[in-house]
Structures are given as structure tokens and as C-alpha cells.
């Protein structure tokens, strides 16, 4: 973003898991609301779709956006993506903490990897 002392007019919303599905659906209604974005998601694209394609598409919208590729599963994943809003040194105005997974089948068939990565990034993310 090329705004990053608060000088902007627009809003900033912060949008959790921009790079598709209802994250990037949220991002884009931000957008065409008025509202600049830091959209945040993995680093691995997912179906072929990455943030820098999401970033891109919002940019057409007229928002400025400062895509932050992080796994928001770990503390420091959590950690970088609040170091990159504040340096903006813009309030945030908007949250929509929608990164998150789902996992199939029998509770008990699960890995409990997997199971705890389920939630280390939708419950403790969003509260940390």
C-alpha cells in the first residue's frame, strides 16, 4: 500500500483467508464498499488460486491492498500479520478473521495433527 502513514481517506478492513471462497468474497465487498484491505491468507496456492491473483482482482476495485502470505495456524504467522497491519500506522476499521478449515469424517479417524491444526487457526488465531 502505498499509503502507509494514515493519510488515506478510505477505511482499512482486514480480511483473514482473502485468497478464496468467502474470505475473497468478503474482500471484494470491502472493496467495492470503499475500504482499503490487508487480505491475508496462506503461501501455498490452493486449486491454483494464490493472494496475489485476490490481490490483483482488488485491486481492479479501486482498493489498495497489502497482501500478507501467512499461516495464520502458527503464533508467528499471527504475529507477522499484526507487525504488518501496525506498520501501516492506519486504523483498522473492519476484521473479518475468516481464515479457517474443516475436516471430514469420524472425529475419532482424524490425525490429531490434523485435528489440531483445525484449531490452532480457527479458534486460537482469532483470539490471539
Do not use: C, W
Amino acid at each position: 500500500m502505498s499509503q502507509s502513514n494514515g493519510s488515506s481517506a478510505r477505511p482499512l478492513a482486514v480480511v483473514t483467508g482473502a485468497s478464496s471462497g468467502i474470505g475473497r468474497e468478503l474482500a471484494k465487498v470491502f472493496a467495492q464498499e470503499g475500504y482499503d484491505l490487508v487480505a491475508a491468507a496462506e503461501p501455498v496456492a490452493h486449486a491454483g488460486v494464490t493472494l496475489d491473483d485476490a490481490a490483483a482482482e482488488l485491486r481492479t476495485l479501486g482498493a489498495q491492498v497489502e497482501a500478507v502470505p501467512v499461516d495464520l495456524a502458527t503464533v508467528d504467522g499471527v504475529e507477522q500479520l499484526a507487525r504488518r497491519v501496525e506498520a501501516l500506522g492506519r486504523p483498522v476499521e473492519a476484521l473479518a478473521l475468516n481464515a479457517g478449515v474443516g475436516l471430514g469424517g469420524a472425529f475419532l479417524e482424524q490425525p490429531v495433527d490434523r485435528i489440531l491444526n483445525l484449531v490452532d487457526l480457527n479458534v486460537r488465531s482469532t483470539v490471539h
